[in-house]
Each structure stands twice: as C-alpha cells, then as structure tokens.
C-alpha cells in the first residue's frame, strides 16, 4: 500500500511538472532566432524557461519529499505497521544482544502483543523466547525444526496457523526471518495488517545488527584479550630483576625489549654470598604465550634451587621441568655462570648460546673470548650429568662479560647480512668495552637499531653485561 501510494504520488508529480514546463516554454519561446547577434532579446526567454524548469523541478522534488513524509506517517507509522517501524528505529541502535533482546521484549512483546523466538538453527540452541504458550511449546519448536532446518535460505518468510509457509498475506500468521543460520520468528494474529513493504526493510535492519553486534563482540574480546595480554607481559616482567644488585668489584646492567607483549627471552642476576653471584641469560624457543610459560617456569627452577653452585644439577632441575609440561617443541638455550671477584673467574655452563663473551684489555687493545658451548639445547632431547661439562675462564680487573640472545647478533641489515657476521659488531664490542655497563648497553642497542635501518625487528633483544672491578 505504501509503496503503491508513493509511486502514483511520483507519477502524478512528474506528469504536473511536465505540463507546466511545456506550457511556459510555449509561451516564452523566443521570436527572433539565435543566430541574430544584433540583440539579446532572444536570450531572455531561455533563461527564464531555463529559471523555471529549474524552480519547477525543485518544487516537485520538494512536493514528493513531502508527499513521501505524509504517507510513512499515514502508513508506516500508523495502524499495525507502526509497530514494526518502532521496533526497526529501535533496532538501528542496538550493538548487542542484550540491547536486541530489550528491543524484543519492550517494542515486540509488550507493545506488538507479538510472540518472539530466536533460533540458532546449526545447533537448534533458543537463544531467545517469549514467555508465551507458542513460543515455549516443545511441539511447536520441533515443527519448526522440522519445516524449516539449518539449510532454510530464503530470507523473509510468512507462516500460517499451522506453522507453514503461505504465500497470501491475508492467511499469514507470523513471520520469520533467516540469515547466516539464525532464525528470528515473529508470532502474530494481526501479520495480515501489516504493509507488506516494512518486511524488507526489518530485514535488513536486522541483519545490519547482527554484523554490527558481531563485529563489537569481536573487539571487545579483542579488547579483552589484550588485557590479558598486558597482565601477563606485567608478570613476566615481575619474573626479571627489578632493579640490578649492588655487588662489591662487580657493576651490572640489562636490556630486555621484547617483540610482541610477552617474551621467551630471560635473564636473572642472584648473589651467593658476597664474592660469588650467578649470572643467567637464556632463550626458549618459539613466541608467544608457550615460551612465556617456560621462561617462567625456567627462572622459577633456578631461583628456588638450593645449592645455586651446582650448575649440572641446575642444568638438570631446568631440563625436568621443562619436559614436565609436554609442549613437545619446547626447549631453551641458555648460559648460566658464577662469577667469583675473589678467585677472579668464571666457572659456566653454556648451554648452546651462541653469544657469550669475555672482553678484555691486552697490550693490543681490547680482544674478545668467546665463552664457547659445552652443553646440549635444554628440554627437548634426553641429557644426564655426563651430557655437562663445566668450564672456567681466568677473570682480570676490568673484563666486562657480555651475555645476548641472538635477536642481537641476527639482526639484519637491509642487504640481508646479519650484525654479528660483521667487523662493525666486534669493533663496537671493543671501543665500548672500557664503559660501564649500561653505557655499553646503550652504544650496543644504538648499534642495532642504526643497522637495523628502522625496518621491523624479528626477535627479542635481551643482553646482560657485568664488569669485573677490584
């Protein structure tokens, strides 16, 4: 009716509007003809033909508009239909399920007197009925399921008092909706009284909001996992030193920046009486939440080992507990040390690190000692105390022991040739070497981040730097 009245308003219009536009032009068509340069008389009535059309058209669009306003308000706000234009206004407003379901409860049911059920129809799940004898009869659901299961595509959809499809309005007694597998039933006796043209429009509306309440539960989750997130990278962090110890003929620093929020990269710095302290730096393999586990459970094993000297039975203790959670491709490289400022030495464990170095000063210049592996990767293959060998290094006054995962050597400049594999790492290495040790760390970090060329980073930096003094 709407839609019917609206078009012969359309109509009626131009056909005015054309009327009016071939008289004027009749009556106003110039005498003399346009090739007469001599005058401008010939130019008056064609702009004020041209004025007129142009006043004429807009006084058409405007009577339409009008026209148009007058019948929604006669029609689609009036009556039956009023209803289902309320509840549309109401729909386009709702970003949740719970703003839908009011929607449903105070437009539908108390207002409409209509019953409402809303089915997932990939799991038959209700996720919303009305308290209503139809609506919550297990004969009626069945039906329903039934006539119309999981494949049902057709989007608008009329139903009669025996719950089948109908095709004249007049016998219909509700109607339902279907998009993306989710059924939406409206139950009603007047369904009869309602232009046929809002159904489109609910329609769509309807599937407008569930795209939208979608997409906002995609981000709050999004939001929420985020939070969790940053919780964890906040734990993590409460598994690394806080605040470097004071230690006497021993000056300490770090540097730990990770690539996403959380790390599998770790170090720890624990004293053991005041000439001996451990120094720790390892790497767990892979990313994300996993490798986060077992730095965790990694820096937890050593800090509650006893006997903190025994580094085989470290090695072990760290071993045992990785495998205890079974992740299968779970394991870590890592260097463990004590430092003895009194013996001056380092007694170590490398456990497939490929970085660790003593840097110390020599007539030459300062020269570089590698602190080479002596020990398998760490929680993945089998190893026992005979698989550990302990080694030593002599310590002089004013080596400084540089500790790094290999996010440090491996980055890449932008001809694909990694930092370590260059005569620019060793140099920076040996003129920062007479700094203390956050100086130093912050001419190594400047060092990657220059030849990194501002391009994104791929691993975790991590380094530990300790400088023996007397």
């Known amino acids: 009716m709407y839609k019917a009245r609206r078009r012969a308003a359309l109509v009626t219009i131009n056909i005015i509007s054309a009327v009016a536009f071939i008289f004027i032009a ?3 068509a110039p005498q003399t003809k346009l090739t007469d340069y001599q005058t401008y008389s010939n130019i008056f009535p064609i702009v004020v033909t041209a004025f007129l059309f142009a006043l004429l058209s807009f006084g058409s669009v405007t009577a339409f508009v009008n026209i148009r306003e007058n019948l929604e308000k006669k029609i689609m706000r009036s009556g039956a239909t009023s209803y289902m234009t309320k509840f549309i206004d109401r729909l386009r407003f709702c970003y949740s399920l719970d703003d839908f379901y009011s929607a449903v409860s105070e437009i539908l049911e108390l207002e409409a007197d209509c019953s409402v059920l809303y089915v997932d129809r990939s799991t038959d799940y209700v996720l919303y009925n009305s308290p209503s004898k139809i609506t919550t009869n297990p004969d009626v659901l069945k039906t329903l399921a039934q006539n119309y299961s999981s494949r049902w595509h ?9 719950l089948g499809l109908v095709e004249d309005l007049k016998k219909a ?22 232009d046929g043209e809002i159904y489109r429009t609910l329609y769509e ?10 997409i906002i539960s995609s981000l709050s989750e999004i939001s929420e996992l985020s939070t969790e997130w940053e919780q964890l990278a906040d734990a993590q962090q409460a598994f690394l030193p806080q605040k470097m110890p004071e230690i006497k003929n021993l000056k300490l620093g770090a540097y730990f920046r990770p690539l996403i929020n959380v790390s599998g990269d770790y170090y720890t710095v624990l004293p053991i009486d005041e000439h001996k302290t451990l120094l720790m730096l390892g790497d767990v393999s892979g990313k994300g939440l996993a490798a986060a586990l077992v730095m965790g459970l990694v820096m937890n094993t050593v800090k509650i080992k006893e006997n903190k000297e025994d580094l085989p039975g470290m090695i072990i203790a760290v071993d045992n507990a990785i495998k205890s ?8 490289v890592l260097f463990i040390g004590i430092v003895d400022t009194e013996k001056m030495k380092i007694t170590y464990v490398n456990a497939s690190m490929s970085d ?6 020599s007539p030459d210049g300062y020269r570089i000692k590698s602190l080479s592996s002596n020990c398998s990767i760490v929680g993945i293959i089998p190893i026992d105390l005979s698989d550990i060998q302990v080694s030593e290094q002599r310590l002089f006054s004013g080596d400084l022991i540089m500790m790094a995962s290999d996010g440090i050597s491996e980055v890449m400049n932008a001809d694909k040739v990694e930092l370590g594999d260059t005569e620019l790492f060793t140099d920076t290495i040996k ?7 956050d100086d ?31």
Do not use: W
């Open 325 to 332: 959670m079974h992740l299968q491709d779970k394991y870590t």
């Open 205 to 214: 509306e309807f599937c407008r909001f569930q795209n939208r309440s979608r």
């Open 440 to 470: 130093f760390i912050k001419d190594m970090v400047d060092l990657v981040m220059s030849y990194n060329a501002d391009t994104r980073l791929h691993d975790d930096l991590t380094m530990l730097v300790a400088k023996v003094e007397r």
């Open 26 to 28: 009749v009556n106003l």
């Open 154 to 162: 057709d989007p608008i959809n009329f139903i009669g008092d025996k």
């Open 431 to 437: 003129a920062s070497a007479s700094k203390n040790p």
């Open 356 to 361: 660790p170095i003593i840097v110390t000063r």
């Open 173 to 194: 007694r509700g109607f339902f909706f279907v998009s993306d597998e989710e059924h939406f039933f409206v139950f009603n006796r007047y369904t009869y009284l309602i």
